[in-house]
């Protein structure tokens, strides 16, 4: 199996019925809201290294967390500052991750225009003048990888860790197999 790094957890969650925005951006001096350039208020915190977009509808998106642990201690600690700041909190949101962006080395070389070649453009896309990598998009699970001629990749798309190391490890087995790797 290769080494596989999460670089980004985008995750979602209901902390409220409803947040008064404008009220909680006084109270919370480290957030932006200005809704005439986004509908969401925004907040960055330290640690863990993420930031937290909040929607009126009292939706949550974090982004930039690297572990599901960081994914959730943040949004407890959002939902516990809007809870500070007066806002009517659900006491344990529960947490749908949208979206793992991870990264891989394979070891070797990849010849991307070979690699076109064998897998056909139903799933590859490979236009080097446009993009340097090579793009595989997986059925199973349902990914999209990005390969590059160094042997190093980014998956993107996979919602657990299992499905990230099932793409990352078939694609291996897939150029392996076909005496790419």
Not at 20 to 29: G, I, K, T, Y
Not at 99 to 122: M, P
Not at 132 to 156: D, H, I, N
């Amino acid at each position: 199996m290769a080494d596989i790094r999460i670089e980004n957890m985008v995750a979602s969650a209901t902390i409220a019925e409803e947040l008064d925005l404008a009220a909680l951006s006084r109270v919370l001096p480290e957030s932006k809201y200005n809704p005439e350039e986004f509908p969401g208020l925004v907040l960055h915190l330290a640690e863990p290294k993420t930031a937290a977009l909040l929607f009126r509808s009292g939706k949550m998106v974090c982004t930039g967390g690297k572990t599901y642990e960081d994914v959730r201690r943040a949004i407890d600690m959002v939902a516990a500052m809007a809870s500070q700041a007066g806002a009517v909190v659900h006491d344990s949101p529960e947490v749908e991750v949208q979206n793992i962006v991870a990264s891989s080395n394979l070891g070797s070389y990849l010849d991307l225009k070979a690699i076109a070649l064998a897998f056909g453009l139903e799933t590859v896309e490979y236009e080097p003048e446009q993009f340097p990598g090579l793009v595989y998009r997986l059925q199973e699970p349902r990914v999209v990888m990005l390969l590059f001629s160094s042997g190093k990749l980014v998956c993107t798309g996979g919602r657990t860790r299992e499905h990230v190391e099932a793409a990352v490890d078939g694609v291996a087995a897939d150029l392996e197999m076909k005496g790419l790797l």
